[in-house]
């Protein structure tokens, strides 16, 4: 265990209560605990990011949980009697780049993506089902198939003419390039796992996109003012870069937020929201990720402002 998880579990077993990041060094400052070489203005972020890791890597195992966003605590005192209940309680912060990518995932091959006319592109059901009869369409583990592009939802959440945009956070997506950039989209890497009884055609997508949605959100799907959740709907169909080495196909989905929806900052991946105008692009172009900026341009160009 490094000096930083040490320190902040000597802390907690004397505060015996949750503590911020920034309490646990202050408290520690205080007593001492604190290595020379830990002294410095960015070691708060230091601490919660090792916090944040070891609870994300080793789950149920990990000496500390969260009792609510950025509150940390100690595994070993949810069994001492004295600590309140309120204490105990975890709070289910999940890493969205574990749940990105289920295996095996839909993949589409980039040959058949090449060949296909701007109108197939338009209509996500009549696409994957072009691919299925043309056996362009399969399920497999994507680090096997280098010719096969991997299918991930990008959902956007709308309001008449906005959609909801949001600064990512570390813990959404392992790629550095989109981290910290602005986007209009929650992605869900489409696999197996999604396609029901009741996808409709749509091979899954609709559930992953609400999942995805849900999720980040932090909107439970049982309790929202007994008001029913729609599912998004898919636009279009577009290849995009997933990195330097690999291109993707996005299925852009629609979803029309509820009345009394606001979004909030709970979830680790979501930082800076705001609403934004679909129908002017913003100034700050180089602020948003790659795939942000190829659905602004597929948006303007069809006209589709909603």
């Known amino acids: 265990?490094?000096?930083?998880?040490?320190?902040?579990?000597?802390?907690?077993?004397?505060?015996?209560?949750?503590?911020?990041?920034?309490?646990?060094?202050?408290?520690?400052?205080?007593?001492?605990?604190?290595?020379?070489?830990?002294?410095?203005?960015?070691?708060?972020?230091?601490?919660?990011?090792?916090?944040?890791?070891?609870?994300?890597?080793?789950?149920?195992?990990?000496?500390?949980?969260?009792?609510?966003?950025?509150m940390f605590f100690l595994t070993a005192l949810i069994s001492d009697p004295e600590i309140p209940p309120k204490y105990k309680e975890r709070f289910a912060a999940r890493r969205r780049t574990r749940d990105l990518h289920q295996e095996p995932a839909l993949l589409i091959d980039a040959s058949f993506v090449a060949d296909c006319e701007l109108e197939l592109l338009a209509d996500w059901r009549q696409f994957a089902r072009s691919a299925e009869l043309a056996n362009a369409l399969h399920y497999a583990h994507t680090d096997e198939h280098q010719d096969r592009l991997p299918v991930w939802t990008f959902s956007?959440?709308?309001?008449?003419?906005?959609?909801?945009?949001?600064?990512?956070?570390?813990?959404r997506d392992d790629h550095d390039t989109f981290a910290n950039k602005r986007t209009i989209g929650f992605p869900g890497g489409v696999s197996f796992h999604d396609r029901t009884l009741f996808s409709d055609g749509d091979y899954g997508a609709s559930e992953n996109a609400l999942e995805a949605i849900l999720s980040d959100l932090d909107i439970s799907a049982a309790a929202v003012h007994g008001e029913a959740i729609s599912h998004p709907q898919p636009i279009l169909v577009m290849k995009v870069d997933r990195d330097e080495h690999r291109g993707a196909i996005i299925v852009l989905m629609d979803w029309t937020c509820p009345d009394w929806f606001e979004p909030t900052t709970r979830r680790l991946s979501i930082n800076d929201p705001r609403w934004m105008d679909i129908r002017t692009k913003p100034n700050n172009i180089d602020d948003f990720e790659p795939w942000t900026l190829a659905v602004l341009d597929a948006v303007s160009a069809r006209g589709d402002h909603r």
């Open 1 to 70: 265990m490094d000096s930083y998880l040490e320190i902040a579990q000597k802390v907690l077993r004397v505060s015996r209560r949750p503590m911020t990041a920034k309490g646990i060094l202050d408290a520690a400052y205080k007593a001492r605990l604190v290595p020379k070489h830990l002294y410095g203005k960015t070691q708060e972020k230091t601490l919660q990011a090792r916090l944040s890791s070891d609870i994300l890597q080793r789950r149920s195992t990990s000496a500390f949980f969260r009792t609510e966003p950025g």
């Open 156 to 171: 956007v959440v709308r309001r008449g003419c906005e959609v909801l945009s949001y600064r990512l956070g570390r813990y």
